[in-house]
């Protein structure tokens, strides 16, 4: 898969996939909206909640929303244990030409980006003792979810008209069941149809404010039992 580096309207890159005509992160802002969907929406609200999380991602791509959730297991003595999903891993070169030194202001925490990224697939690793990482060289269609186990999911995949299975009733039935009661689903996304299907898989959908150059954005709730 050829891509290119570009550069987004907050300073940080991202990456375009020409044949899909497509980018990896929104081309207003890559860093901007990662905080503001998968960190803000996502990590802070799941804290809120309970200290220790378990996080799904869908689609590890560039790293950024790992290195962005990495510093709260540093900050609050939180234990995050952060398995993501990617089929399509990035080469150590186009991963150093993304330049997030730049935006990844604290040399240390570089370190660990670049740690995240050479960590081997399919294998749990101990990044630090607050932060575990597992990377899954596989898409969602071939994931086999455990029941009832993640607090939070980063839903960061290719919008709905390129990536269109990914976004079926069957991956998002998928999802609620490996959600545990009071955990979320976060995503950029805000088309009507994919909240019908969050809404159909048993999701409580909200329609939240948008990261600059959007208006809305999406976050599903899995309701806790009546009575708890």
């Not at 969907?37 to 950024?64: C, M, N, P, R, S």
């Not at 999911?153 to 390129?162: G, I, L, M, R, S």
């Amino acid at each position: 898969m050829h891509l290119e580096i570009r550069q987004t309207k907050d300073g940080s890159n991202t990456l375009f996939v020409p044949e899909l005509n497509e980018h990896y992160h929104s081309v207003h802002g890559a860093l901007q909206e990662s905080q503001h969907v998968f960190i803000k929406h996502g990590l802070e609200h799941a804290l809120e909640q309970k200290k220790d999380l378990k996080v799904l991602e869908i689609g590890f791509g560039t790293g950024l929303n790992a290195i962005l959730t990495f510093p709260y297991a540093l900050a609050k003595k939180a234990f995050i244990q952060y398995d993501s999903l990617e089929k399509y891993p990035l080469t150590e070169e186009v991963v150093q030409q993304l330049h997030y030194e730049n935006i990844i202001l604290n040399p240390e925490l570089y370190e660990y980006f670049l740690k995240l990224h050479a960590a081997p697939w399919n294998e749990p690793v101990e990044v630090i003792p607050y932060f575990s990482l597992q990377k899954m060289h596989e898409s969602l269609e071939e994931f086999v979810a455990p029941n009832a186990y993640y607090d939070v999911v980063y839903f960061d995949a290719f919008a709905p008209e390129k990536q269109p299975e990914l976004w079926s009733d069957a991956m998002f039935e998928k999802l609620y069941k490996a959600i545990r009661p009071g955990g979320t689903l976060v995503t950029y996304c805000a088309k009507g149809s994919f909240k019908r299907s969050l809404k159909a898989a048993g999701f409580v959908v909200e329609a939240l404010p948008g990261p600059p150059g959007k208006r809305e954005m999406t976050r599903g709730l899995k309701p806790l039992p009546p009575g708890s």
